[in-house]
Each structure stands twice: as C-alpha cells, then as structure tokens.
C-alpha cells in the first residue's frame, strides 16, 4: 500500500508562491494517476488538479487554472504543485491522493483515488 506525505505548506501573502510535494513510498507509484485536492474550514474537499501516469493529462479546477501547475517526478516518487499568485480563498488543507488505476475517470471525484496523505495546510493572508 502506498503511503503519500505532504510538505511544503506555510504562511504565504496573496499574490505569493508555494510548492507543495507529495512522497509516496511503499509501493509502485509510477503506475497510477495522481491528483491534489484541498479542504478549507466548514466546506467540503475539493479537487484542485490531476496528472496521469505518465505525466501527461494534467487537469485542474476553475478556480486554480493558469496559477497551479501539477507535476511529478516518477524516478523519484514525487508530485508537486506549484501554486502562483495565491489568493486568501485558496486557504485550506491540501491533500495529495493516489488514483485506482492509472487513468481515472472522472479525474476530479474523491472516488476515483483510493489513497491520501495527512495533508500540509496553506494559509494565504490579505
């Protein structure tokens, strides 16, 4: 079973950057689809981007497309996500999740992955 550990969270003013990375270990990353999602205070989870297997197919949500870049790293079993010009609204915990196979569908649904991290939270102050 594959472990996922999120790093990289932190204090941030609006309009700044951050990089969060997702380690996997314990089993064989390389084949699955990955994705981000987060959870802000009294709202429910929510995708924020994915990527396939190979790299390709990356998707995101509305609200994050242009700023948030989803990358990965197989030899290295990592996922990143670059976050720029963070907004207060994007405040959360953001959790790293490994999909059911290596294509999901659909790619922005809790279902469609079947191991998370503990989460790194974000905080974006006005």
């Given at each position: 079973q594959v472990q996922l550990v999120e790093s990289g969270g932190g204090?941030?003013?609006a309009g700044g950057s951050l990089r969060l990375s997702c380690?996997?270990?314990?089993g064989t990353f390389r084949n699955y689809a990955m994705a981000w999602f987060r959870q802000a205070?009294?709202?429910e989870r929510e995708f924020v981007a994915h990527i396939g297997w190979n790299g390709y197919s990356a998707y995101y949500a509305d609200s994050v497309k242009v700023?948030?870049?989803?990358?990965?790293?197989?030899?290295?079993?990592m996922v990143y996500l670059?976050?720029?010009?963070?907004?207060?609204?994007?405040t959360a915990v953001y959790y790293c999740a490994k999909g059911k196979s290596s294509i999901v569908f659909p790619p922005?649904?809790?279902r469609s992955?079947?191991?998370w991290g503990q989460g790194t939270q974000v905080t974006v102050s006005s």
């Open positions: 204090l941030v003013q380690a996997a270990s314990g205070p009294g709202k700023r948030f870049t989803i990358s990965r790293d197989n030899a290295k079993n670059q976050m720029n010009s963070l907004k207060p609204e994007d922005s649904i809790s992955y079947e191991n």
